[in-house]
């Protein structure tokens, strides 16, 4: 059966890698990828600390961007203990895996964003989940360590029970297409003029990703919206 990604963006310390691949290994998660970890990769120390799951480090893909990182997947989640200001459903951890199954039962690529220890995933980061992941953690210390947030969302993968049966939907659009149908309508916004005042325009491009990506669109959607938009700005007067 497939399984979700694990994906580590700018994760600091290699320890703690290796210690994530040592818990999806547990759970039976194999694809990790990361996001620019600072001290490079491969890392000894992450070699070190996976005790036994060193084929998940040998098979980890290193990206540059979250972007890049999420491009292939249908549907992502962010796990972070602050939502922030982005609009966005959010789930524990045993609700979040269990839609997971459903998702990948039906033929989607799913991902779970894990940001870095000190600071968590930022705003950039967040814009393209479609939804939160948060542990009910004491909220007077809700900190989590990287590897420990990832052997919570393992263990529900694992002992989260059945898979559920495939459903018959259309084929959903991949992060990369909602990202390029984005780009493209941000760039008519922009030449329209929309983004005003000039102070503004990044928190409001910021929220029109939020936008797109809480959208569960079918990849033949995402087509009918760039042909809307062509027709929209052929017929614009001049």
Known sequence: MLTPAIILVRPQMGENIGAAARGMRNFGLSEMRLV??????PNPKAVATASGAGRVLDAARVHGTTAEAIADCHTVYATTARPRDLIKPVLTPEAAMAEAR????????????????RAGLQNDDLAGAQAIVSVPVDPEFASLNLAQCVLLLAYEWGWGGSDQPAREDPEPATRVEMEKLGDRWEDALDDAGFFFPDEKAASMKLRLRNLWSRMPLASGEV????????????????
């Not at 620019?36 to 990769?41: K, Q, S, V």
């Not at 459903?102 to 220890?117: D, R, S, T």
């Not at 087509?223 to 001049?238: A, M």
Request: charged share 25%.
């Open 36 to 41: 620019a970890p600072r001290d490079g990769w």
């Open 223 to 238: 087509q009918i919206l760039h042909g809307i938009l062509r027709q929209l700005v052929r017929r614009r007067p001049e």
């Open 102 to 117: 459903g998702l990948i039962a039906a033929g989607q690529k799913v991902g779970f964003l894990f940001g870095p220890e």
